[in-house]
Nanobody, 125 residues
Framework: QVQLVESGGGLVQAGGSLRLSCAAS????????MGWFRQAPGKEREFVCA????????YYADSVKGRFTISRDNAKNTVYLQMNSLKPEDTAVYYC??????????????????WGQGTQVTVSS
């Protein structure tokens, strides 16, 4: 069983930055694929980015490419999402996800094993 706890959300002006953290329990964190998803009001949850377990390969949605960076610190069992040049359309609840196999942009979210409770990010114009 893996538990995920997100932190770092908040209110920021357009053009600003935030860094989200996701702390994971479990001794096999380094082998898990980790991802970030978001859900805006009235919209479906969508993929933001992911990082693989063994190779740390990264994947990004086109909407965040060049502005967001995902990284992981296996010694701290933590994955980060650095968000720069934030836009009002980035406003959403951001969810951390973990899977022992893989997380990709086109993977069905129902196949992902673990989810955090979410953290709110609000970008004002």
């Amino acid at each position: 069983q893996v538990q995920l706890v997100e932190s770092g959300g908040g209110l920021v002006q357009a053009g600003g930055s935030l860094r989200l953290s996701c702390a994971a329990s479990g001794r096999t964190f380094s082998t898990y694929a980790m991802g970030w998803f978001r859900q805006a009001p009235g919209k479906e949850r969508e993929f933001v980015c992911a990082i693989s377990g063994r190779t740390s390969s990264t994947y990004y949605a086109d909407s965040v490419k060049g502005r967001f960076t995902i990284s992981r610190d296996n010694a701290k069992n933590t994955v980060y999402l650095q968000m720069n040049s934030l836009k009002p359309e980035d406003t959403a609840v951001y969810y951390c996800a973990a899977d022992p196999l893989i997380i990709t942009p086109t993977q069905a979210m129902s196949l992902i094993d673990y989810w955090g409770q979410g953290t709110q990010v609000t970008v004002s114009s």
